[in-house]
T-cell receptor
Framework: LAKTTQPISMDSYEGQEVNITCSHN???????ITWYQQFPSQGPRFIIQ???TKVTNEVASLFIPADRKSSTLSLPRVSLSDTAVYYC????????????????FGAGTRLTVKP | ETGVTQTPRHLVMGMTNKKSLKCEQH?????MYWYKQSAKKPLELMFV???????ENNSVPSRFSPECPNSSHLFLHLHTLQPEDSALYLC???????????????FGPGTRLTVT
């Protein structure tokens, strides 16, 4: 069961780039890396997913080194509305009854963006 | 709006009550989940249904009983709960990516449960 380690909290200012790193030393060959964002009293929202190298979408970028033992979520030019908890998940992309469904949420990183 | 709805949004129940939480997804997904989120704790996966087949989760107390009558609906039946069961209960759905699509879970807004 792959486990993740993230910083508990981070502070930033509007307009800055924020990089949140997640460690997953025992990531398995079939595991993907997925990041979610959660605002208070809401369900988490998918941000980005990747397997290796770099993935970019309209919201963020995900950097994964060759050994895949860590990953970095990069949020460009954050705003106050990006204040939220960010979760890094590692697990098998296939949800089937016999694969232990080990995509698990950790404690997350509480990002606070200040004016 | 994520395409996953949950009712009720708030629920207060006594320890001897029986209640049910309902989740409905309008996304055509074939996997559904129940999560529990307590204050200052990570989200805990409680149950998974894939193609309506439940994955056992032996760590969840029997006072929580899931039901998945079809791929669009998921229930969580509650009975004789404890105050420590007070939490935000989140439902999610996803599509089995066997067809090559990306795996992501769509979450509902949650039910805030208070056990008195």
């Amino acid at each position: 069961l792959a486990k993740t380690t993230q910083p508990i909290s981070m502070d930033s200012y509007e307009g800055q780039e924020v990089n949140i790193t997640c460690s997953h030393n025992n990531i398995a060959t079939n595991d993907y890396i997925t990041w979610y964002q959660q605002f208070p009293s809401q369900g988490p929202r998918f941000i980005i997913q990747g397997y290796k190298t770099k993935v970019t979408n309209e919201v963020a970028s995900l950097f994964i080194p060759a050994d895949r033992k860590s990953s970095t979520l990069s949020l460009p030019r954050v705003s106050l509305s990006d204040t939220a908890v960010y979760y890094c998940l590692v697990g098998d992309i296939f949800v089937r009854p016999d694969n232990n469904n080990d995509m698990r949420f950790g404690a997350g990183t509480r990002l606070t963006v200040k004016p | 709006e994520t395409g996953v709805t949950q009712t009720p949004r708030h629920l207060v129940m006594g320890m001897t009550n029986k209640k049910s939480l309902k989740c409905e997804q309008h996304l055509g997904h074939n996997a559904m989940y129940w999560y529990k989120q307590s204050a200052k704790k990570p989200l805990e996966l409680m149950f998974v249904y894939n193609f309506k087949e439940q994955t056992e989760n032996n760590s969840v107390p029997s006072r929580f009983s899931p039901e998945c009558p079809n791929s669009s609906h998921l229930f969580l039946h509650l009975h004789t709960l404890q105050p420590e069961d007070s939490a935000l209960y989140l439902c999610a759905s996803s599509q089995d990516p066997a067809g090559g699509s990306s795996y992501e879970q769509y979450f509902g807004p949650g039910t805030r449960l208070t056990v008195t």
